[in-house]
Structure formats: structure tokens, C-alpha cells
């Protein structure tokens, strides 16, 4: 023991302050490109990857088991637990009030400079196309074939003139007027005007049969209702919903109700509005942002004219405040990303296609139709502001465990940041703190790194502090070692040695 004691004595006397330069700088670059690294990971994925290898590969290794306890309840509104239901958390769906590429998208384009919609959320629109529009028969028609074709191109003009030809090969193909009124017409004038030329091809005795001939008429009645919206035909646009709604009441999963429900709000029709919710807004119904937040706009604009805050907490909720209050719970709860937006303390962009309920597209696509009529109600804006966060007191813990809805899912920031465009900072929920190991490489950086430099100004004294700190580290193996001599015979340690 005594000559290995000595011999890292010896050791240590020898090094020079440029060996203590070289480990401090050495180690401090290896942990700052383990900080970039982590930070870059974290900021991509949403995690830390040394701990997802940790718990991914390391932690089964070690004997631990993964909780597979996560399977949520859905706790009714009366309070009956259901099981959560197997289907994908994250499933994208096509957004109800989606704006024209030619007259809406494109128009942005041109004075900003920006795009607004993303590759995949074009790719998802061009397989709706394909899916819904091409004829289902056996034998695809010669223009069908065309337009299966022009859906799936990503250049704009290569579409619309694949369109032009399936025009030329057939005057009655519906399909190509459409295309031609989404991406060609540049005001919603003559998107109309285009979309009204399909609806009359598209109602010959010859296009009507198949199932994706339907799928066509009733998206082409569907954008002819929109344009009539927007071009402030209100009454009308509401009379096409609900004629469209009574002919064709199946197709309840193109949520044709949400486009009616911002038509009333627009004519301030409210108790048509609460007819439509009365149907809509059911347990077993699947919910969405406009329904929860369409009910509390409703409650809240029943008390908000008369709300104040110091009034409340003097005196206590009354019962239509207390309702109001629990239906603004209840939204914010099922899509925590919408009253940043309504209460303008995040900027809105246009848009998206597609939507992913309860996610930032959604919040977005929500607030930028919807606003408005948050703005019409008089209060109802200030009482959302004074009650939206105390949902958060009521689930603690929202990925673990829901308070009216299900556990919220985990995987929307990694959908919503590929239906946004990168110009948009996407809203995470719940906020995400920094991982452990980010904090400590910074701070195992930035030490390693005052010690090089400490180092490098003042060689004599740290390396005095060095050897001070080396011998303050091994003192204790030295004092362990003369006790175990003191106890043990020296002939053990020489019959040891022989071992």
C-alpha cells in the first residue's frame, strides 16, 4: 500500500499546470457539445435523449418495468368512468371552415412572402381528393386517371393544368371545375361561379350513383355554402347547411353542424345556436373546440354584461355565473391552446387543412373564425380572462389524469409541428421545464470551463489548490487503509499479495 501511496504522490508532484489546462478544456468542450446536442434534441423532440435511452434501454436492463397502468378513464360529465377508447389520440381530421388556396392562401402568399401551408398538409388534402372524388367503378374513366394525377402534384400550375385537360377530355368532369375553383379562381367570386359550374355537371343523370359522386356533390354544396358566407350572404349560406344536413344525414363525420354553428353566431341567431348544440354537443358524440367553446360563449354571455371580478369575490358566484364559469373549465380543459389566442396574447396565423382536436391547429383554426363573436358579447372576453386558468387547479397532473374529458394526450406538439408552418411558435401543454441533464451539462460546462481558464491565469496557485484537493480526496482511503493494517496481521496482506 505504502509504494502505490507514494507512487501517486509522486504522480501528482510531476503534473504540470498545463496538464490541469488540457482536463479542465478538454472537459469542458466534451460537455458543451453534449449540452448543443441535448438542447437541439429537446428542442426537436419535446425530451431529453439521455434520459429516453435511460428508460428506454438502460432502465429494462436494470430490472425496471414499464407502468402500464396509463390507460385513462373518461370520467362523464354525471360522473360515470368509461373506458378510453382504442382509437389513435392523434388522428388529424379535415378542418370544417379550411379557407381557398387561390383566393385565400395564395393572396397571403403574395403579400408576404410566406407559405402558410405545410408540404404535409397539402399531401393529406391531395389524399382526400383521391379518396373521395375519383369514380369508384372498376374501369377508372380517362379524366379520372388525369385527376388522380393532378391531386398529387405539388406544383400549383402542373394541377390546375391537369385540370384544364380533364376539361378538354370531358366537360362534365365536376372534379376539375372544383380543383379549378380551389386553386385558379383568385377572389371567392369566381370561386363561386366555378363551384356553381360543377354543382351543374355534377347533378347530370350520368355522374350520379356512386358513392364518391355523392362524396363530390355534397363537398361542392359545401364550398358553394362557404362562399355565400363569405360574401355576406348569411341567410342563405344557413339555409344550404341545413338543407345539405337533412339531405345527407350520415356524413355527420364532415361536421358540416361547426360551419351552421359560426353561420348563427354571425346572424346572432343564439337559440338556433343552442338548438344545433343541444344535438351536437353529447356525451357520446365526439367534441371538438367550436362545441365546448361555442357552449361557454353562450353561458358566459348570459352574465358577462354585469361580471366584475370584486363583486364576485365579495358576494360569491351566482348560479349562471358558476355555470358559465364550469363551461369555460370545460373548454379550456378539452383545448388549453384557445384563450391565448381569443384573449390575443398570441398571434393568430391563417388556418391550417387539417386540425388535430385538441391541439394548436385546432386552437387556431378556432380563434381565427370565432374571435369576432367573443368580441360581439359584450364581457365575455374579461370573464374568460378571470376564470380560464383555474382549470389548471382542477387537473394538476392533465397527460396522468383528466377532470370531464380524457388524459390529455402527449403527441399533439409533435403533430401540430408538422400541420403549422415554421414561422408559427407552436403552443405546448403543458409546459415543458428544462430536463435535469440539460441543467446539469450547462452547469458541468460552464464549471470545467472557469476552471480552465482559472487554470491558465493562475497556474502556480491552482495547481497547489489541485494537489490540496487531490490529498483532501484520498485522505480517507488513507486513513481507511492504516485501520485495516492495525486490525489485520501483516502476514495476511502478504499471503493477499501472493493471491
Keep these: 500500500y505504502f509504494s502505490t501511496s507514494s507512487s501517486s504522490s509522486v504522480f501528482l508532484n510531476t503534473l504540470t499546470p498545463k496538464f490541469y489546462v488540457a ?6 468542450l466534451i460537455s458543451g457539445l453534449i449540452l448543443i446536442f441535448e438542447w437541439w434534441y ?3 423532440y419535446g425530451t431529453s435523449f439521455i434520459e429516453q435511452v435511460s428508460v428506454s434501454h438502460l432502465r429494462p436492463l436494470l430490472g425496471g418495468v414499464e407502468n402500464s397502468s396509463t390507460t385513462g378513464l373518461f370520467a362523464s360529465v354525471n360522473g360515470e368512468a368509461e373506458p378510453r377508447p382504442s382509437v389513435s389520440e392523434c388522428k388529424v381530421w379535415r378542418n370544417p371552415l379550411n379557407l381557398f388556396r387561390g383566393a385565400e392562401y395564395n393572396r397571403y402568399t403574395w403579400v408576404t412572402g410566406k407559405e402558410p401551408l405545410t408540404y404535409y398538409d397539402m ?6 381528393h383521391q379518396t373521395f372524388f375519383t369514380g369508384d367503378t372498376p374501369q377508372l374513366r380517362p379524366e379520372d386517371a388525369v385527376m388522380q394525377k393532378a391531386w398529387r402534384e405539388r406544383n400549383p ?13 370531358n366537360h362534365e368532369c ?16 369566381e370561386a363561386e361561379r366555378l363551384f356553381k359550374k360543377a354543382l351543374t355537371r355534377q347533378n347530370a343523370p350520368c355522374n350520379c350513383g356512386s358513392g364518391k359522386d355523392i362524396n363530390l356533390l355534397v363537398y361542392i354544396k359545401r364550398r358553394l355554402a362557404m362562399c355565400a358566407r363569405k360574401l355576406g350572404r348569411i341567410k342563405e349560406a344557413v339555409k344550404m347547411m ?3 344536413m337533412k339531405e345527407f344525414p350520415l356524413l355527420g363525420m364532415l361536421n358540416i353542424h361547426e360551419n351552421l354553428l359560426e353561420a348563427l353566431l354571425e346572424l346572432q341567431a343564439y337559440a338556433d345556436v343552442q338548438a344545433v348544440l343541444a344535438k351536437y354537443d353529447d356525451i357520446s358524440l365526439p367534441k371538438s373546440a367550436t362545441i365546448c367553446y361555442t357552449s361557454a360563449l353562450l353561458k358566459a354571455r348570459a352574465v358577462s354584461d354585469k361580471f366584475s371580478p370584486e363583486a364576485a369575490s365579495r358576494r360569491g358566484l351566482s348560479t349562471a355565473e358558476m355555470n358559465a364559469v364550469e363551461a369555460i373549465h370545460r373548454a379550456v380543459e378539452f383545448n388549453p391552446h384557445v384563450p391565448k389566442y381569443l384573449l390575443e396574447m398570441k398571434s393568430l396565423i391563417l388556418p391550417p387543412e387539417h386540425i388535430l382536436k385538441r391541439g394548436d391547429s385546432e386552437a387556431v383554426a378556432y380563434a381565427f373564425f370565432h374571435l369576432q363573436h367573443w368580441k360581439r358579447a359584450e364581457g365575455a372576453l374579461n370573464l374568460l380572462h378571470c376564470t380560464w386558468e383555474g382549470t389548471f387547479r382542477i387537473i394538476p397532473y392533465p397527460l396522468e389524469k383528466g377532470h370531464l374529458f380524457y388524459p390529455y394526450p402527449g403527441c399533439t406538439e409533435t403533430a401540430d409541428r408538422e400541420l403549422l408552418p415554421s414561422f408559427h411558435e407552436v403552443s405546448v401543454y403543458p409546459k415543458k421545464e ?12 460552464s464549471f470545467t470551463a472557469m476552471l480552465a481558464m482559472l487554470t491558465h491565469q ?3 496557485l491552482m495547481g497547489v489548490f489541485a494537489k490540496a484537493f487531490f490529498s483532501t480526496l484520498f485522505a480517507p482511503l488513507g486513513f481507511f487503509a492504516d485501520k485495516m493494517e492495525s486490525f489485520m496481521p501483516s502476514s495476511f496482506w502478504h499471503q493477499l499479495t501472493r493471491i
Design 242 to 244: 341545413r338543407d345539405l
Design 123 to 128: 399531401n393529406l388534402s391531395a389524399q382526400d
Design 174 to 189: 365536376a372534379a376539375a371545375y372544383v380543383l379549378l375553383a380551389e386553386e385558379e379562381a383568385t377572389t371567392i367570386t
Design 434 to 445: 428544462l430536463p435535469f441533464f440539460i441543467l446539469f451539462t450547462a452547469g458541468l460546462c
Design 42 to 44: 429537446f428542442r426537436k
Design 23 to 28: 482536463l479542465t478544456g478538454t472537459s469542458s
Design 458 to 460: 493562475f497556474p502556480e
Design 157 to 169: 400550375q402542373a394541377r390546375i393544368r391537369a385540370a384544364y385537360q380533364a376539361i378538354e377530355m
